[in-house]
């Protein structure tokens, strides 16, 4: 009976001190951590609503644009254009491939979530040293060894690592689509805007053959009166110089409208000749422009730069807390149970059964710095990305407020200049008028012919660069984009996760 409460009392005092230890051990672990106090970053995503924008970009209740936003310009082949280039462009193709890399990365982080279980087989002849330990009959012979094998792994992932990696790859493949949606962006509206410069050339060779047209006549008339005596061969000389000058302006367009079909052909990724099958644009002059209202806060989920800008950061966060989690220890369970045998004919019997399960645990205790050195390049990142998305957005409104401010200002000059440009004309019209009665001198009406192609090109510049602030407005409010996984300031770190007191306590 008493060696019954003695070994009683000894079974007791061993799990106390067993209970104990347990403790112990984990805060022996934990101690032998290298530490990664002292590392952190201050840096934050700047607040859109914060920054000052209320004079520069006033809420006037307009509408975003919507994806479809070139069909403001009423033009059905500016429209293929764009789809043309989206569908060809290796532009494009580029960006998606970086999409499916980003995928790939994150399926694979997802799998290291996720046991692991695997089968072998080995097949191995080998001759064994008579002087080591294999023991006879099997010493200095050749043996045939088979081996099959099914093991099973799995990380405990106790502090999070494996599930900070994956949500990291997340965020980073958001921000790849992101990046695609930029591209896509990009690309139409460089289209558009290459579409609307040949526009333009059009428009000024309109003009230049008008003023050929004129400098003809003029270049006859003159001929007629110096062959009457009414002027000298100066004057005769004179117009028909114009004549040419005229003329080589009107081919030096032609070229450049070659160029421009070139630099459309590149666009939509099918070679210089595509360019040259396209019709001459038919563009109107768009839709009334008007900001949306409350546009800084919106403006960070319609562009994609920006919001690719966000996801990285977030991405930055988890790449962080990864590199945290590397500090402390890494438990893995693994097991395996298969056959191994000499020969073929003791290889599938129960003797030749094999079977291991156990855990297996790995301690950073020194490491000559390394784990603090990979944290702090991680916290560099964070910043960076932070600095990027900073400025990417800081960019994006000064980018709105830029075109917004250009537009309303040709809208200004365009009142003036239409109203010179009528002038102009009502004068050229009275010169001509006066010289073919004999009124006034050939360089009266030179000069007013002069003036009214300067006025005629002057409204139609204004009148084409507005259209192209309107394209470079639409992209620069994201061309109809909204990010379908729209990080909340909420739902996304503000700034990057601060390290705590003591190493042995992980976040």
Known sequence: ?????LSKAGRTGRTLRAGKALPLLLSVWLAGCASYAGISSDRQ???????????????????WPAPDWAAQFGDAQLRALIAEAIDGSPSIDMAKARLAAAAAFSEGANANTLPRVDASY??????????????????SSWQT???????????????????????????????????SEQVRLSVSSAVARAYNELARLYTLRDIAQDEVAQRTALARLTHARAASGLDTEVEQRTAEGDLDASQAALKALD???????????ALLGRGPDRGLAIARPAMGPGDEVRLPGNLPADLVSRRPDIVAARWRVDASTH??????????PDINLSAAIGLDAFGFGRFLTAASRIANAGPAIHLPIFDAGALRAQLKGRYAEFDMAVANYNQTLISALTEVATQLAQIRAIDAQLVDAVHAEQNSRRARDLALAQYRQGLTTQLTVLNAETSTLARAQAVAQLRMTRRDRQIALAAS???????????????VAMRA???????????
Do not use: C
């Not at 009976?1 to 409460?5: A, G, I, L, V, Y």
């Not at 080995?122 to 010493?139: D, E, I, K, M, N």
């Not at 790449?319 to 402390?328: H, L, P, Q, R, T």
């Open 122 to 139: 080995a097949w191995t002849r080998q001759q064994y040293s008579g002087g080591a330990l294999v023991p006879p009959p099997y010493a």
């Open 45 to 63: 995503v700047t607040d859109a609503t914060a920054l000052q924008t209320a004079a520069s970009l006033p809420a006037e209740q307009g509408r």
């Open 255 to 265: 070229g450049a409208l070659l160029a421009t079909r070139y630099q459309l052909g």
């Open 497 to 507: 996760p601060v390290p705590p007191a003591a190493a042995g306590q992980p976040q």
């Open 145 to 179: 060894e088979n081996r099959g094998l099914i093991s099973a792994t799995y990380e405990l992932d106790l502090w999070g690592k494996n599930r900070e990696a994956l949500a990291s790859s997340v965020s980073a493949r958001r921000a790849a689509e992101a990046e």
């Open 1 to 5: 009976m008493q060696t019954q409460k």
């Open 319 to 328: 790449d962080i807390k990864v590199a945290k989690a590397g500090f402390y």
């Open 477 to 491: 409010l994201g061309g109809g984009y909204t990010d379908s996984a729209r990080v909340a300031p909420a739902d």
